[in-house]
């Protein structure tokens, strides 16, 4: 299957459709753009939050998601501060069909796109043709017509 060099995809558990998407193959893993990401504990344990900037009728809008099955990382920075990473498991639809997805949560001001699919997600996947985009979307539009 051939995906352009961006798309506008569905993340099906998030209930968010229409989501711009970057197809980046010059990075290995996918990525959420957070507004903001922190650990929380509630009454069954330690979730994380966090509040994406989803634009719906052309106009921001924050929306928060609460996750308790997540994976986190610590790096030791070179001024001895510490950087968390952490990765969600969801899902997306592309070309009407579910794919499994891991994405890494990268906490930033509002961007272009809100995800960005690496290659860990494309191989053996998709082949990605720069030159075109939105096939997913196209196709999908198509189906509801």
Known sequence: ???GSND???LLELSLNNVVTKIFNQSYLSTLNCHAIQEVDTDSGKHLEIELLHMASGLPTARKFLFSNF???TKLEKDGSEESKYIIETTVVIFDQLFLI???LI???FSDHLLALGNEFMKDKFNVDLNLSNLSYNLKSQ???
Request: charged share 30%; glycine share 0%; aromatic share 0%.
């Open 1 to 3: 299957m051939t995906i």
């Open 107 to 109: 906490e930033s001001t």
């Open 143 to 145: 189906i509801r017509i």
């Open 8 to 10: 506008v995809i569905d």
């Open 71 to 73: 994976s986190k990382s």
């Open 102 to 104: 891991d994405l890494l």
